[in-house]
């Protein structure tokens, strides 16, 4: 304690020295340098106000538990809505997801050594769907964890084989490193690489097949042009139109012109060398 004292230096005088706060908890003492408590009982932190005594009556408040409970349930129920639409796509067939939904199934519907009566999830009002979803009774919830705090408690996590052990065993299994999902990643990652090095390799020989055509078409064109130059030469030569076909067909089927008789015609004609046909047998 201080005390003021006027035209004193400093004007504080102390009285008495500060003490740590001392109390009295069903019979044992404890003492605290603030005036709370918290390690007096466990999970219960008290407030000291002044000298006297007190009736302290502690009950649980199960709200926390029952929205964590709550939040697994609505976990496990996507983990299922997303295993159950694989159903309906490419992974239909895929024995990965069918496998984590029966293990879960299994983790569920299997009763538990017994803690406290309490087995299953059933008794805790956690029903399993058809569609292996859960569905949560909170009120039924609420009165096992007033009833029996400890045995819901155990029944989660009793022994390292409670429901939620086992559940993050089964996902570190499946999920975790060397788990099945990475492992099957990692199996598909190398399947895309062998289907690109496939793809390159195609792509390199459609080339290579690519550039022979052009250089064969390229061979072709020249001696295609190669004939048609021959062939305007020897036309050139002889004195002739090279479109033999327009020709024919301007001079009819007897090779001459309407109204106009072979002898009337160019001496080549005239002289038989158009033949029966008038056409050029040597040509084309």
Known sequence: LLTYTPGVAGGLTQTAAAQDAQATVNGVAVTSGAN???????GVTMSLIGVGSSTLAIALNPAPIVSDISAFVSAYNQVQSRINK?????????????????????ILETSLAEFGNLSSLAQLG???????????????LQQAL?????????????NNQGIADQIITLAQNVAGAGGAIPTQVNALGNDVLQLQNQQQNANFLASLQKQDLVGQ???LSGTLSSIQNTGQFLADQLGVPSNIAGLNALMGNNGGLPGQSASSMDPLAASGFLGQS??????F
Request: proline share 8%.
């Open 217 to 219: 078409y390229a061979m």
């Open 146 to 158: 007033v009833g029996n705090p400890s045995g819901v408690a155990q029944l989660f996590t009793g």
């Open 36 to 42: 709370t408590l918290s390690d007096a009982i466990l």
């Open 126 to 140: 956690i029903t399993i769907n058809p569609n292996h979803t859960l569905t949560l009774d909170k009120t039924a």
């Open 278 to 283: 008038g056409g050029f047998p040597y040509l």
């Open 86 to 106: 694989y159903e309906s796509s490419s992974l239909a067939n895929d024995p990965l997801p069918q496998g984590v939904q029966a293990q879960l199934s299994n």
